[in-house]
């Protein structure tokens, strides 16, 4: 069968590629049943809680604002290398551009998340949005260093795209008196969103390439952008870490929290470890699927195809997260150690060259573990991480995370590391914070950190007389 694929005509190739991708056609088909099968289990087991309007109200404000800015970013996402191929720039000028937003990320995430702590997490978003349209609007320019200033201001947006849209959440949670319990099942929603928004914004993306060239897909995050952040400005309050504090006070307060809490700090490496694996994972997938196709000659791959079952795997992971903890009543930190484990395995298999359908199976469980990861760990880090310096310490995890995929990818534009050995390293990393994460099963408390108390009396968020009455029943 592979001397037949091998020696096909191009005509030949095009018609072997109908199987594959009826083959991805039913995969993706058998997701989407099983996502709906699975929201149907977590639908009978729906608690009282999650049908409250003060649940409600905050469910569809914060996953109206937060699913358009991700709308926005999975819409530039696929076309940020070949934005850049269009302008005539070689490929190692390129990998410079996407070193120049990590090592943004590095070096902002050190003090944008105590900003948006000080200044306010609401703030801290429509920051964001700024920075992302500016990041955007410059890939209409062919002059290098305009590319470059795009993608330092991108990777500063995203540092508060990860860390000031969770911590207001966490905080209105909390004001709100809402239980635990439906604090997990926003974050498991949020990741069924999430896929879903990416499937569609894949369209969306393919349909402004059509008209406007490479860069209608960034003018077209640009307007989605300016539509989450006037959601946001209207229908969003204001919270805060503590407002009160100047300079890089709360800065130091994170750090000290790390350097007294060894357990927050080792939740920081886990979360660190797994998620650069995740976006080392990003650089690599479509690399090696595609190596394998060749080595069987099945021709190009239908890469958008594969996209959309991966996007349903995560769609998956974040409904079997719903059941382990609504109707199971597992812990996150648990489970999370088999999940860890798993996600490892995942890797390794893709580093091991295997065949093209194992390939393609080992990258659907690795996203499907993502799927399960994102809820997971964004309750924990909840639960555990001080109130008044969210956005500090959620960024500081960030810092290790970008300085750990600038390297891989240095190390892969330049030809140093195979894509076999960096999915070994991501692998082992993975592997790493699931010791850990075992580690820190029995030493994460089940409330947050007694010592730090989550709001001063003139920082609270301000809950009105008849929310109040609600949620205290």
């Not at 005509?11 to 099968?37: E, K, T």
């Not at 050190?110 to 890939?139: I, N, P, W």
């Not at 290098?144 to 993608?151: D, F, Q, S, T, V």
């Not at 991108?154 to 969770?166: H, I, K, N």
Request: proline letters at 4%; one cysteine or more.
């Amino acid at each position: 069968e592979t001397r037949g694929f091998a020696a096909m005509s191009d005509s030949g190739v095009a018609s072997a590629l109908v199987p594959m991708s009826q083959q991805l056609s039913m995969i993706f088909a058998s997701l989407l049943i099983l996502v709906m099968v699975l929201e149907f289990v977590v639908r009978q087991g729906r608690r009282a809680h999650n049908k409250s309007p003060e649940y409600q109200r905050l469910r569809n404000h914060y996953l109206g604002g937060y699913l358009a800015y991700k709308a926005a970013d999975w819409t530039m996402g696929p076309y940020f290398y070949k934005v850049y191929q269009s302008k005539g720039l070689p490929h190692h000028v390129i990998a410079g551009i996407f070193l120049c937003g990590f090592f943004s990320g590095m070096v902002f995430g050190t003090f944008v998340g105590s900003l948006a702590d000080r200044l306010g997490r609401k703030r801290g978003t429509q920051l964001c949005a700024l920075l992302f349209s500016c990041s955007c609007l410059s890939t209409h320019s062919d002059q290098l260093p305009i590319l470059m200033l795009g993608r330092f201001l991108g990777g500063a947006a995203t540092s508060l795209l990860y860390s000031s849209f969770e911590s207001w959440m966490v905080c209105e949670h909390k004001a709100l008196n809402l239980p635990e319990e439906s604090r997990s099942s926003l974050f498991g929603l949020v990741m069924l969103g999430d896929g879903i928004v990416a499937m569609l914004a894949g369209f969306l993306a393919l349909g402004a390439r059509e008209v406007a060239g490479y860069s209608g897909p960034f003018d077209c995050s640009v307007i989605l952008l300016a539509g989450g952040a006037l959601f946001i400005g209207t229908n969003w309050r204001e919270n805060y870490g503590n407002s009160k504090v100047k300079g890089l006070s709360n800065f130091t307060d994170a750090v000290a929290v790390l350097r007294q809490s060894p357990g927050i700090a080792l939740l920081g490496c886990v979360t660190s470890l797994f998620e650069s694996s995740m976006y080392t994972f990003v650089f690599l997938w479509t690399a090696a699927l595609q190596a394998a196709a060749d080595k069987e000659g099945r021709g190009e791959m239908p890469l958008g195809l594969v996209f959309s079952c991966f996007m349903a795997a995560i769609m998956c992971g974040s409904r079997v997260f719903a059941i382990l903890t609504q109707r199971l009543k597992l812990k996150p930190r648990y489970f999370a150690v088999p999940l860890l484990a798993i996600a490892s395995v995942c890797l390794c298999v893709c580093g091991s060259g295997p065949p093209t359908h194992v390939l393609l199976a080992a990258l659907l469980g690795f996203e499907f573990c993502c799927g399960v990861y994102f809820p997971s760990f964004g309750t924990i880090r909840a639960t555990v991480v001080p109130e008044k310096v969210r956005a500090t310490i959620l960024n500081l995890f960030r810092v290790p995370l970008n300085a750990f995929v600038a390297m891989s990818l240095l190390l892969s534009s330049s030809g140093s590391g195979s894509n076999t050995s960096i999915f070994y390293a991501s692998a082992s990393a993975v592997a790493l914070a699931c010791l850990i994460q075992f580690q820190l099963c029995g030493r994460l408390p089940d409330a947050a950190v007694a010592a730090e108390p989550t709001a001063s009396p003139s920082t609270a968020v301000r809950v009105p007389p008849k929310r109040r009455a609600v949620a205290s029943k």
